[in-house]
Antibody, heavy 121, light 111 residues
């Protein structure tokens, strides 16, 4: 069974930075696009960033452009989300999800358990 | 405000059927068949229920079905069971700068 395990969440002050990781296992990581989806407390799902299987193409929501960077290390089967200049409204559970193929934008077949990011002074 | 519009809540009695709508635009639901539905129980990660408008992953009961007409997609749950009580989200590929858009979610209550 596919496994996705997020880490790196925590409490950070506004304007601060955090890097999330998502360790993947039990599938050929480089063959699949990966996506970060977040969920603010009591709110719905929001697509954040996506990256192709090769890592050569990335996509970001307007709300995080210029602040968040998605990347991956296919040799380590790990997905990352570098979050800079964090805002209170970035507070959410961040999920990593596996797309159905090598290019993002399709269904999310598998999800991690999520990691909580809290931005507060 | 979410890109796709869903009713905040629906309800039904065990054994009944309910339908949840998901209205988008000609930039997403209207022109792409990459519409998916997810089920999320409290404190857990979302689970894929329907993809490509009406296909079900293996293991998802055929009580769950999807359809689309114009800019609106729908999820129908027949033979409601207590365990179906959860939040349901639709999503669609989008030609806008946001690659994927989600609905605001619908809470299903089984009476």
């Amino acid at each position: 069974e596919v496994q996705l395990l997020e880490s790196g969440g925590g409490l950070v002050q506004p304007g601060g930075s955090l890097r999330l990781s998502c360790a993947a296992s039990r599938f050929t990581f480089s063959s699949y696009a990966m996506t970060w989806v977040r969920q603010a407390p009591g709110k719905g799902l929001e697509w954040v960033s996506a990256i192709s299987g090769s890592g050569g193409s990335t996509f970001n929501a307007d709300s995080v452009k210029g602040r968040f960077t998605i990347s991956r290390d296919n040799s380590k089967n790990t997905l990352y989300l570098q979050m800079n200049n964090l805002r209170v409204e970035d507070t959410a559970v961040y999920y990593c999800a596996r797309d159905s193929g090598g290019w993002p934008g399709d269904r999310f077949e598998f999800w991690g358990q999520g990691t909580l990011v809290t931005v507060s002074s | 405000q979410s890109a796709l519009t869903q009713p905040p809540s629906v309800s039904g009695s065990p054994g009944q059927s309910v339908t949840i709508s998901c209205t988008g635009t000609s930039s997403d639901v209207g022109i792409y068949n990459r519409v998916s539905w997810y089920q999320q129980s409290p404190g857990t990660a979302p689970k894929l229920l329907i993809y490509d408008v009406s296909d079900r992953p293996s293991g998802v009961p055929d009580r769950f079905s999807g359809s689309k007409s114009g800019n609106t997609a729908s999820l129908t749950i027949s033979g409601l069971q207590a365990e179906d009580e959860a939040d349901y989200y639709c999503s669609s590929y989008s030609s806008s700068s946001t690659l994927v858009v989600f609905g605001g979610g619908t809470r299903l209550t089984v009476l």
